[in-house]
């Protein structure tokens, strides 16, 4: 059974950090493309940081570049997002995704619940 687990979200003041943290079960983790995205209310799904399979290579949009820091511990099946100088834009509910092209335009997407990021005073 396919499981992605995100935790760390909650309420923090503009410029503050928080650290989210993906666990992952059910799937081979290591061959697997991880992403964040965030969707804010009445807005669409946007992917916010991603990570390859092995870790060497690292995208952000341009909107959290220099704040947010994605890695990966395949031997821990987790994906973190380390998000510093939060901004009240930044408030939104973030995802953790794992995809895997698997080649004929076919293609494997797992998401988690999501968890809760507000940034406030």
């Known amino acids: 059974q396919v499981q992605l687990v995100e935790s760390g979200g909650g309420l923090v003041q503009p410029g503050g950090s928080l650290r989210l943290s993906c666990a992952a079960s059910g799937f081979t983790f290591s061959a697997y493309v991880m992403n964040w995205y965030r969707q804010a209310p009445g807005k669409g799904r946007e992917l916010v940081a991603s990570?390859?399979?092995?870790?060497?290579?690292?995208k952000y949009a341009d909107s959290v570049k220099g704040r947010f820091t994605i890695s990966r511990d395949n031997a821990k099946n987790t994906v973190i997002l380390q998000m510093n100088s939060l901004k009240p834009e930044d408030t939104a509910v973030y995802y953790c995704?794992?995809?895997?092209?698997?080649?004929?335009?076919?293609?494997?997407?797992?998401w988690g619940q999501g968890t809760q990021v507000t940034v406030s005073s």
């Open positions: 990570i390859s399979s092995d870790g060497g290579t690292t």
């Open positions: 995704n794992a995809q895997r092209d698997l080649g004929w335009g076919r293609q494997n997407n797992y």
